[in-house]
């Protein structure tokens, strides 16, 4: 198969190290503003996706982001936001980066190049009929993600993937393949950079939308959320001042007595009168 890897290829700018700072932050600035038209470009491949998840979810299927270097690290990310985000179990959405998750801090050598060690990694968690899996890889080549998306196809598990080089091996190999092609990096093949943010984006869309399609949102509101802070308390409180007519105390007695937003405004009563 042939390609062109266009986040490989040189950047147009030169000599950077001539720059100022100023020119820097500018010109990095103007190359991630053609990031979201980027994004926009591979929306109806992405709502197919989301649609093909939610229908698993609701089969008790679960999510699984596998990637390698930047990649897994932002599987990571975006798996570890959604319980505390939308009050789902911690084995709902996982993240699975190669080397493991001493991967997320430090670079593991030669990691992303085992082909078979994903569907291992897989297998740990029990992977079954009813999940989705979403291979990450910025170049679409890593064969850690490749290998595992292919054992995934072979055990009848449904694959997608996110790769920033249209027709690559990984894209050919999801099920359901996300293109988002952002070109050259602005450091020439610094994927991090303009690739990075592009999977970022599409992450926040995968998970934002499958939890408000589940019913995990509501009007606009994180009704689910944990309560792991003092400010995500307060936000709590107010929510519920929001929804039902009781004072800040009064919504803070309810957020504490039913553990979130969404039990408290169901289980108010308010007072019967007096007359």
Request: hydrophobic share 40%; glycine share 8%.
């Amino acid at each position: 198969m042939t390609f062109t890897k266009t986040t490989e290829q040189s950047s147009k700018y030169e000599h950077l190290e001539k720059m100022s700072v100023s020119e820097l932050l500018s010109n990095i600035n103007q190359e991630d503003k053609t990031v979201p038209f980027a994004v926009e470009k591979a929306l109806p491949q992405i709502e197919i996706l989301v649609d093909e998840i939610v229908a698993k979810m609701k089969l008790g299927g679960r999510l699984f982001y596998i990637g390698a270097g930047t990649s897994g690290r932002l599987g990571v990310v975006d798996a570890s936001e959604c319980p505390p985000t939308f009050g789902v179990p911690f084995d709902l959405v996982n993240g699975i980066i190669a080397g493991g998750d001493k991967a997320i801090r430090r670079a593991v050598e030669n990691a992303e190049d085992d082909a078979n060690k994903a569907w291992i990694d897989l297998q740990e968690q029990n992977i079954n009929e009813n999940d989705v899996v979403i291979g990450i890889a910025a170049s679409g080549t890593t064969p850690y993600v490749i290998g595992g998306l292919q054992s995934c196809n072979e055990n009848k598990i449904t694959t997608g993937s996110i790769s920033c080089n249209a027709g690559s091996p990984l894209s050919q190999t999801a099920k359901f393949p996300i293109d988002v092609v952002v070109g050259p990096e602005f450091v020439t093949g610094s994927s991090r950079m303009k690739a990075g943010t592009a999977q970022k984006l599409v992450l926040n869309m995968i998970s934002t939308a499958t939890m408000i399609q589940l019913g995990k949102v509501k009007g606009n509101k994180m009704v689910d959320m944990q309560l792991s802070n003092n400010k995500l308390v307060d936000r709590g409180v107010k929510m519920i001042m929001g929804e039902i007519p009781v004072s800040y105390e009064e919504a803070s007695e309810l957020l504490a007595k039913y553990g979130s937003v969404r039990k408290a405004v169901n289980n108010f009563q308010p007072p019967t009168s007096n007359f």
